[in-house]
């Protein structure tokens, strides 16, 4: 794949509202591209004339490619400078170009690519940028303030439940400086081949998900007693503080089929009672002012459309390298979506381990989807399909944009914790939910999602801003989208401008000094732990 597909759209094609709001507007990316794609909210009826261009054959909905010249059969298709494909069938100039059009690439190697080729650091430095924050005894620092109550097994997640409610009726009120109660609900824990080789990931990613640093560096346990992973399994020795443990030790379990909860009120007591006893911690921490470069950011797209890789994500790019150049973390993922751009990636590595790294995880996902008789074409949804995406090379390509043009620094293998600053590739499915999970585990402290589609998406540990790839999606979601991105689309803003209010609404966000629409209304998603690893 080449490197230098441009996030900017062509000069020469119209992508402005003209005096009528029915002006034909296509966005092409490169000059070297045969296609573009429709602006205009709602598609083009057939035979509307292109500006420089050719007029539609049929009617293509917004967000879909048209053929900007004929193209015969078995030709490359070209979006982003990269080949998206072969024509499946002759498609003449001013053709819907449409995935049942299109022969799928073959996956590119994973030999032969260039290493560390592409990585000239970031420059000048960002100084001086600072956000308020909850410093923690390890050296991270949390942008939310929430008692996080960890679960061993999923037999306990329904009494997990009933407490927490009761916890945020009866006792979150008396500690205003703690922003909210979570219970880490799973379907993991029993039921398992717990020491099956990758077993180890579902469970590490539940761990370092206990101490992401909104937790404020000590969370409670609450396990069932029977189940496989049992507490001091899932934490490390010497750190669950249980009936008669030393005072020293950092952690509280409940366990509910201990003797002395004696039906289910004891049990929800027991547990009320230990989260009183964090909640009074909780509430001495305080907001303190603290460089940008203590922030760890995870980005992610779902819901994709063809404006993904032309609006949003391009924006979150040049916002992403403002982070790295301020001295942050900043973590993007998703294998699937960006396995067929590899070569880009492995030629942006800082080193040839972090290279090596990267490959070897993709190569891995590889095997794992092998195993399950499919490959990464199985990622494109109906949704994406109808955004106007016609394959997953093309969706790669638009996602990859997000990671922006730093080099990468460091891998994060599932589960694990980031240990490093700079742009990190954090080694996960795409599914929004389990991305999402092992970016927490990863320890992030603030999410940034990028729509077109449109989910309602969010995680209850951390802030999630949602980011419309289209001015259709954000005005018919206003009090779901954070930002209209498709104001790039419109020409309304630039990458760049937007780039920077992404930029410093990031840092408003972490501050608390803004929430967004997902904290507004509460809504989350259940974690989703990984475990590639066999269910007995």
């Not at 995935?99 to 590119?108: C, K, Q, S, W």
């Not at 400086?177 to 990758?198: N, R, T």
């Not at 002012?289 to 980005?299: I, K, Q, R, Y």
């Not at 630039?494 to 209304?521: K, P, Y």
């Amino acid at each position: 794949m080449t490197s230098d597909a441009s996030a900017t759209p062509d000069a020469n094609v119209s992508t402005k509202f003209g005096a009528n709001s029915e002006t034909p507007r296509v966005i092409r990316m490169h000059e070297a591209d045969n296609v573009a794609i429709v602006a205009n909210d709602f598609g083009l009826p057939a035979g509307a004339r292109l500006p420089s261009g050719p007029a539609l054959r049929e009617r293509v909905p917004q967000g879909h490619k048209v053929a900007l010249t004929d193209i015969a059969e078995g030709a490359p298709v070209r979006r982003y400078n990269v080949v998206i494909g072969y024509a499946a069938e002759p498609l003449p100039e001013g053709s819907w170009v449409h995935e049942r059009r299109l022969v799928m690439p073959t996956p590119p190697a994973l030999e032969g690519l260039p290493i560390a080729t592409n990585n000239a650091p970031l420059a000048p430095a960002l100084e001086g940028y600072t956000f308020e924050g909850y410093r923690n005894g390890d050296g991270s620092v949390g942008t939310r303030n929430i008692l996080g109550i960890t679960t061993t097994v999923q037999c306990v997640s329904g009494i997990v439940e009933h407490a927490v409610a009761r916890i945020r009726a009866e006792l979150l009120p008396k500690y205003p400086y703690v922003d909210d109660v979570v219970g880490l609900e799973h379907i993991y824990g029993c039921g398992v081949a717990i020491d099956a080789p990758e077993a180890e990931i579902p469970i590490r990613t539940l761990r370092n998900i206990s101490f992401n640093p909104n937790f404020g560096g000590g969370t409670m346990v609450v396990g069932l007693g029977c189940e496989k992973l049992q507490p001091e399994r899932l934490l490390p020795a010497g750190l669950v503080r249980g009936r008669g443990a030393s005072p020293a030790q950092d952690y509280d379990i409940v366990t509910l089929q201990d003797p002395s909860h004696v039906g289910f009120d004891a049990m929800i007591s027991s547990i009320m009672r230990t989260a009183e006893q964090h909640l009074q911690r909780l509430n001495r921490r305080l907001r303190e002012t603290c460089p940008a470069s203590a922030l760890v950011v995870g980005m992610q797209c779902g819901g994709s459309d063809a404006f993904s890789g032309v609006t949003a994500n391009p924006a979150l790019g040049f916002a992403s390298d403002l982070l790295v150049r301020a001295g942050a973390t900043v973590m993007f993922s998703e294998n699937t979506e960006v396995r067929d751009g590899v070569a880009q990636l492995a030629a942006r590595a800082a080193t040839e381990q972090v290279a090596q790294a990267l490959i070897a995880e993709l190569g891995w996902y590889d095997r794992y989807l092998a195993r399950g008789s499919v490959d990464r074409s199985a990622n494109t949804t109906p949704g994406n399909k109808k955004g106007g995406l016609s394959n997953i090379v093309e969706k790669a390509m638009g996602s990859i944009i997000k990671s922006g043009t730093a080099p990468i620094s460091g891998v994060v293998p599932p589960g694990e914790r980031a240990r490093q600053k700079g742009l990190l590739y954090a080694a996960t499915p795409a599914s929004d939910f389990i991305c999402g999970t092992l970016q927490l585990a990863a320890g992030m402290t603030l999410h940034i999602f990028t729509t077109g589609r449109g989910t309602p998406y969010g995680l209850a540990a951390v802030p999630v801003i949602k980011v419309a790839t289209r001015s259709e999606l954000a005005r018919r979601w206003h009090d779901l989208m954070d930002i209209d991105a498709g104001r790039i689309a419109t020409g309304e803003a630039t990458i760049e401008q937007l780039g920077w209010e992404l930029f410093h609404t990031m840092l408003d966000v972490a501050s608390g000094r803004r929430r967004t629409w997902t904290e507004h209304w509460k809504l989350s998603n259940a974690l989703a732990l990984f475990n590639p690893a066999p269910v007995t």
